[in-house]
């Protein structure tokens, strides 16, 4: 059936889709730079997302596609992971002089911020820096939580979505949901109070 | 969870927030574009489908084909194989008739040439050509 035929008022229509993947999209992208931490790999990650979720899960009412898609989203960086590990076991084989990921090493969560936007021009300075200093240090934290308990905080938290979706869309029990939520918690004041960060 | 950590956790979405509402412009743009594909293909399902085919013709590449069958089901595909085939066989019959004519050629060089000086000189050779001429 084409999607312009579609009847079922239950289904989402192309006009839901395009509004929920507009709004999503740059949270998306976060998630995946927190995760995979190149830009590039990023950009492919939610990309490649995206297309999973129009070619294949479009025929699902509009309600479920925010936890559709945040399981399609863990599981592309998963994927990832996957051929990243592959590659980097044949470039091990092919060279004994391989010296691994460097990007992690020289990952920097200052370059992933812009430029002041013009809409702030009439704003404190000094004010902007602290929060831009703070954003970063809030972005660094999160980078270095454990995958787990970094994915949970972000969907629970970031796209809110509840307890039982959130653990459908990271393949676990509520109650891991509620541990790994409760640890990166934890984990993010302690990092933030080591930098000296109160919120 | 306390109401206290749900709170911390709240102002750092806070601050999340703002991060993604200052990203790059070319980071956006290209986010942007990824929505356009990935919106194009669910207004066109025909073309996702030619745009998948076209990707495993071309290795990844874009563009359509028009092409409905699967690759298996292609003639070009078969035709092309049974030319390398008749290729191969024809290589290899070459090679065995080259081989052929070369031992040809040297067995004439050896009937054909004049008895080396030496054979003379050999007394076995002449023994043996005695004997056989006796026999």
Redesign the interface.
Known sequence: MGFAHRTDPLLASYQEISAFLAEVERRAFKQAMFAVRDEHSALDVVQDAMLKLTEKYSEKPAAELPMLFQRILQNTIHDHFRRQKVRSTWTTLLSALGKGDEKDDDFDPLETLSAKSDSNANADPAQLLEQGQIMAIIEQALGRLPARQREAFLLRYWEELDVAETAAAMGCSEGSVKTHCSRAVHALALMLKAKGVTL | ?TAK??D??????T??D????????G??Y???L??Q???A???D?KR?ADLRLAGANAGGGSGTTGVDRPLWASGRLWIGIALIAAAAFGFQQWQVYQQLKDIEETDAAILSSDLPIDAYLDRGFQNWLKHAVDE
């Open positions: 969870m950590d749900q911390y956790a709240k102002k750092i979405v601050y999340l703002r991060g993604t509402a200052e990203l790059k412009a980071t956006a290209r986010l942007q990824g929505r594909e990935a919106l293909r669910l207004a399902p996702a």
